[in-house]
């Protein structure tokens, strides 16, 4: 209860005193550091909370939604989650996901927009040290166009579009080398089962159940990077 009503009152800067919920974020004198506080993690949030490490580890098994366990789960990513479910609920579109992608895909069409799909982006023109088009191929054919545009923007991750796209030799040197220390995060997959079983009583009301080997999420996320699925289940 006592993370619960921080951590909410920690999303809501109205709150009176709410900056006081960040001391073990404050510079020696008691100045509000707020720098820090966003660089700031769960674990780092939770032992200035929580001295029982088992406790910590009950509350924090929803980490597997941020793809990170506490230790380098960043505190204001894990806040917007936490007041986004807990404080105003949990919300799936009706249709699927794929309905909110067809209504962006129309509105973007009925304002001028051009749609097109089964095209690949290889590469990111860039004259003068600005982005001025890309060269799309056709996947259908194999045919490529070269297309310009005042502006470009990338939904790829960082890595594929500054070393792939734009390539390293466009890049300065010292956001070249960043970006070869980059890891890419964790992935997640999903899985549709059919089965010839009735469920236990247990999962008629609940729509989240996770189920895990070890509850503490540091130890199973590393044998997750190590692909030692056979010692836990998540």
């Known amino acids: 209860e006592r993370i619960y009503d921080t951590v909410t009152q920690l999303g809501d800067n109205k709150a009176p005193g709410w900056h006081k919920l960040l001391l073990p974020f404050t510079r020696p004198r008691g100045v509000f550091d707020l720098a820090r506080a966003m660089g700031a993690t769960y674990g780092s949030f939770l032992d200035s909370h ?19 366990p506490p230790s380098r789960l960043s505190l204001p990513v894990f806040v917007m989650g936490f007041m986004s479910y807990y404080k105003q609920g949990a919300y799936y579109i009706d249709g699927g996901s794929q309905k909110l992608s067809n209504a962006f895909a129309t509105a973007f069409v009925d304002n001028g927009g051009e749609l097109r799909v089964n095209a690949d982006v290889e590469r990111i023109i860039v004259e003068g040290n600005q982005a001025t088009g890309v060269v799309v191929r056709d996947t259908a054919t194999g045919d490529t166009e070269t297309l310009s545009a005042k502006v470009v923007l990338s939904c790829a991750d960082a890595t594929h579009t500054l070393v792939d796209l734009v390539g390293r030799e466009n890049l300065p040197s010292e956001l070249s080398d960043k970006l070869r220390g980059l890891v890419p995060a964790s992935s997640a997959f999903l899985i549709y089962l059919g089965l010839d079983m009735p469920l236990p009583d247990c999962f008629a009301s609940d729509f989240d159940v996770l189920v895990c080997g070890s509850a503490d999420p540091e130890r199973t996320y590393q044998q997750m990077l190590s692909g030692g699925f056979d010692d836990f289940a998540m």
């Open 50 to 68: 929580i001295a029982n490490k088992e406790v910590q580890q009950i509350v924090s098994q929803l980490w597997g939604f941020f793809g990170a």
